[in-house]
């Protein structure tokens, strides 16, 4: 790892693979044509882009007609719900407590806007989301509505399932968007079997550059243009084409696919493998968001008990030159508490962590990060 430093923060972002900062320098230095252009570099940028819709369609078991390319998942998000709201008559959005800022933030400034009503689906001390709970508010309305929910949890990790979710709101006919950024790839995803109309991810989350993200939209669900003033994106997301990201991207997309089981079975190793020994230091703690059946492998956040230094650990961990977030990067910055902890009623008196692992960490670094926690803490001065 770069400096020595050790990165334990893959939910906020991932180092890239090698083959996608290859493939992005030689774009750099022979593709640079604008994709619009009908000249043969434009064309050549063109089939590229092409080339890479065509590869995340394909995972998703999707038609390339339904993959637009984004500037991230917070414009997709964004373009999602304010064009459902829009163009598909969605005067209803059901959500939860717990989504990402860049979700809730948009739906409550539409809903004092006066342009959707907003509900908030109940979610457990987990983070599950109370699925009868769902159900009663679909069946509660017959206005149009759209769910719109995170597949993961970004801080916590929990997941919902997909096919239930995307079963209740078949049986209600309520518009479906889920933000898949931090499970896209990292679990397979077969849009032909659910009634998904959105889907958003973001290709910074699995080793692919930062800027650019994708917004899945179903053909039957069609939007206008959320972005005007030019005809990329067939129409539906104006400005010239980021064609050094979609070519990471596409790159990075296929060795996650290539690679899924790998990945997925050494980052779960790497967490059961910290778990335990965190457990076995501090027996006290508490681990925040579901622990089993399917939850998000990168994610374990941690809940410290009081103690004098543990306002103090992320900055102490990065003096020791580990690297780990208090919750979603975005807030990490922020004094407040996590608006998601504070939804599962962590306790408010713990200090939570997110550590989040990728393929590239090792259990040294998990050896290494647990004497620097035992350093920093002194396990046995927590339970005098
Ligand atoms: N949704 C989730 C769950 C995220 O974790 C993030 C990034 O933190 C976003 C959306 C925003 O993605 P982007 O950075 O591509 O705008």
Redesign the pocket.
């Known amino acids: 790892m770069k400096g020595q430093r050790i990165y334990f923060d893959n939910?906020?972002?991932t180092p890239l693979f090698d083959n996608v900062k290859k493939a992005i320098t030689d774009a750099v230095e022979n593709n640079f044509g604008n994709p619009s252009s009908i000249h043969a570099l434009g064309r050549t940028s063109r089939s590229i882009i092409e080339s890479a819709r065509k590869s995340i369609a394909k995972e998703l078991k999707a038609s390339t007609a339904e993959v637009f390319f984004t500037?991230?998942?917070?414009?997709?998000?964004n373009m999602a719900i304010q064009c459902a709201i829009r163009d598909l008559a969605v005067s209803r959005i059901i959500s939860s407590p717990i989504e990402?800022h860049?979700?809730l933030d948009t739906l409550h400034i539409l809903n004092e806007q006066g342009k959707v009503n907003l509900e908030l689906v109940r979610v457990d001390e987990s983070g599950e989301i109370d699925l009868t709970h769902l159900e009663d508010l679909l069946m509660s309305s017959n206005e149009k509505t759209m769910v719109s929910l995170?597949h993961?949890?970004?801080e916590i990790g929990t997941m919902i399932d997909l096919q239930q979710v995307s079963e209740l709101c078949e049986k209600s006919k309520t518009l479906l968007h889920v933000?898949c950024?931090?499970s896209f790839t990292k679990f397979p995803i077969d849009l032909s079997h659910l009634n998904i109309q959105f889907l958003?991810a973001?290709?910074?989350?699995m080793h692919g550059p930062?800027g650019i993200?994708m917004l899945y939209i179903n053909a039957e669900n069609m939007v206008k243009p959320f972005i005007t003033g030019g005809a990329q994106e067939r129409n539906m997301r104006a400005g010239t084409e980021n064609i050094y990201g979609i070519i990471g991207f596409a790159k990075a997309v296929d060795e996650m696919i290539s690679r899924q089981e790998e990945y997925r079975s050494h980052v779960t190793d790497l967490r059961n493998y910290f778990k335990s020994k965190l457990s076995d230091w501090f027996p006290d703690i508490l681990y925040n968001g579901t622990q089993e059946g399917t939850y998000l492998y990168t994610v374990l956040n941690v809940a410290f008990p009081p103690h004098p230094y543990s306002d103090l650990l992320m900055m102490n961990l990065d003096i020791e030159g580990i690297c780990v977030s208090a919750g979603?990067?975005?807030s990490s910055g922020v004094e407040s508490r996590s608006h998601v902890l504070n939804a599962i009623n962590v306790p408010q008196d713990h200090k939570s962590i997110r550590f989040s692992f990728s393929i590239f960490n090792t259990r040294e670094e998990v050896d290494i990060c647990i004497q620097k926690l035992v350093k920093i803490f002194e396990p046995e001065s927590m339970h005098t």
């Open positions: 939910a906020a972002t500037s991230g998942a917070t414009e997709s998000n990402h860049c979700i995170l993961a949890n970004n933000d950024v931090q958003s973001s290709a910074h989350k930062k993200g979603s990067a975005c």
